[in-house]
T-cell receptor, first 112, second 114 residues
Framework: QKEVEQDPGPLSVPEGAIVSLNCTYSNSAFQYFMWYRQYSRKGPELLMYTYSSGNKEDGRFTAQVDKSSKYISLFIRDSQPSDSATYLCAMRLTGGGNKLTFGTGTQLKVEL | EPEVTQTPSHQVTQMGQEVILRCVPISNHLYFYWYRQILGQKVEFLVSFYNNEISEKSEIFDDQFSVERPDGSNFTLKIRSTKLEDSAMYFC????????????FGPGTRLTVL
């Protein structure tokens, strides 16, 4: 079983749609959960960062963590063409070197 | 807003040659990282560096790889004898000392080994 699993897509939605992106993971010791956005041939850009279980909202973005199910989600409301990118989930343990373990990324296209 | 910078943006080299990839982390950050992303694959951790020493490294980071912080601002990744399979995007990242902080990534260096 992979440590972090993420549906690679591609996911295509019309402008204005609500987008749901998800990751599952196997290591229950992960404590910090992140969503990065990556445009083609660019570096990952941090979108959302949460600790342990719960919800966090920032503008049109909401991140949810359910540690009991080992499942994290990112919701994008009122999606825009500029949201078209690859969305990477990442997570890490507490302490140590704090390396990030990434999912494969979901490619999202928001169409006019 | 402060950001991580990397040079060069694209490096082409012949197999067997040495390459040095350079990064300037965010100035008040103390932890530094290298990741790589082979085309079409996930971002993979290579190495973390703190207080002038490696704090963790992956199986990918073998004897062909080394990292250095030669001065107060640069952080470098050296590949001694490049292989075809080293072709990838290499990302530098940095973070503050706060355990709750996350990592901020640079734009990457595309390494092509011919």
């Amino acid at each position: 079983q992979k440590e972090v699993e993420q549906d690679p897509g591609p996911l295509s939605v019309p402008e204005g749609a609500i987008v749901s992106l998800n990751c599952t993971y196997s290591n229950s010791a992960f404590q910090y959960f992140m969503w990065y956005r990556q445009y083609s041939r660019k570096g990952p850009e941090l979108l959302m960062y949460t600790y342990s279980s719960g919800n966090k909202e920032d503008g049109r973005f909401t991140a949810q963590v359910d540690k009991s199910s080992k499942y994290i989600s990112l919701f994008i409301r009122d999606s825009q063409p500029s949201d078209s990118a690859t969305y990477l989930c990442a997570m890490r343990l507490t302490g140590g070197g704090n390396k990030l373990t990434f999912g494969t990324g979901t490619q999202l296209k928001v169409e006019l | 807003e402060p950001e991580v910078t990397q040079t060069p943006s694209h490096q082409v080299t012949q197999m067997g040659q040495e390459v040095i990839l350079r990064c300037v982390p965010i100035s008040n950050h103390l932890y530094f990282y290298w990741y790589r992303q082979i085309l079409g694959q996930k971002v993979e951790f290579l190495v973390s560096f703190y207080n002038n020493e490696i704090s963790e490294k992956s199986e990918i980071f073998d004897d062909q790889f080394s990292v250095e912080r030669p001065d107060g601002s640069n952080f470098t990744l050296k590949i001694r004898s490049t292989k075809l399979e080293d072709s990838a995007m290499y990302f530098c990242a940095s973070r503050t000392s706060a355990n709750t902080d996350t990592q901020y990534f640079g734009p990457g260096t595309r390494l092509t080994v011919l």
